[in-house]
């Protein structure tokens, strides 16, 4: 099973991602986390991306996409991916149908996360993670269970992202609306979205997200029933 996260920044996407992953034999692919990682290694890609990334505007996507397509081609892909972060416009969007159809696979369904810009904002300045596991945490929403101690791995150091201040996250949601919000028509179109609210607690998304997945990767099952608006 193959699957895009879509949703603005802050709306739960790599928190549901990693719980998919963790619940399904899925491989989670997230542009963002890569693009990080080639940042803080300092490669190439990072020094192009970085400074983009900083002022919340999307970099171009012929390195996403060939970021994507190296990826895939080092193998590991479990069941199926889960995609967070990409594709973040409709060029991205048709390169990763093009992608699956020459490894042989397609995409089964496009998650969309609902939720309004104010209450991003605020979701987005809170939160930070484990520096070590990536576990998502928040000021207000979610700390740890033991202050200064990450549940899932018990390190100690944690990390918040540059990107993740008001200025940037309003630059973020512009793009978002601008470039990415049409990609939900393009999906539509071929039937395969199924809208979620993004605003519930982290465990209502993750079975509303189950709910939209019955029935996905069963042979002879039938696609769920298409979600209106
Ligand atoms: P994210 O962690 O998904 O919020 O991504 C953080 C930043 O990385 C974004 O604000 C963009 O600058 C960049 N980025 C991540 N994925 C993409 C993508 N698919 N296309 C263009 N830029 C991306």
Known sequence: MNLVLLGPP?????????????????????????????????????????????????????????????????????????LDGFPRTIAQAEALDRLLKERGKELDRVIVMQVDDDALVERIAGRFACAYCGEGYHDLYKLPKVNGVCDRCGSAGFVRRRDDNEEVVRAR????????????????????????????????????????LEGIGVKGAKRPAKTPG
């Open 173 to 212: 949601l512009e793009a978002y609306h601008a470039q990415t919000e049409p990609l939900i028509g393009y999906y539509r179109r071929q039937g395969k979205v199924s809208a979620v609210d993004g605003m519930a607690d982290i465990r209502a998304v993750a079975r509303e997200i189950g709910q939209a």
């Open 10 to 82: 802050g709306a739960g996407k790599g928190t549901q991602a990693k719980l998919l992953e963790d619940s399904r034999s899925l491989v989670k692919l997230s542009t963002g986390d890569m693009l990080r990682a080639a940042v803080a290694a300092g490669t190439e890609l990072g020094r192009k991306a970085g400074d983009i990334m900083e002022r919340g505007l999307l970099v171009p996507d012929d390195l996403v996409i060939k970021l994507i397509a190296e990826r895939m081609d080092q193998g590991g892909c479990g069941e199926g991916y889960i």
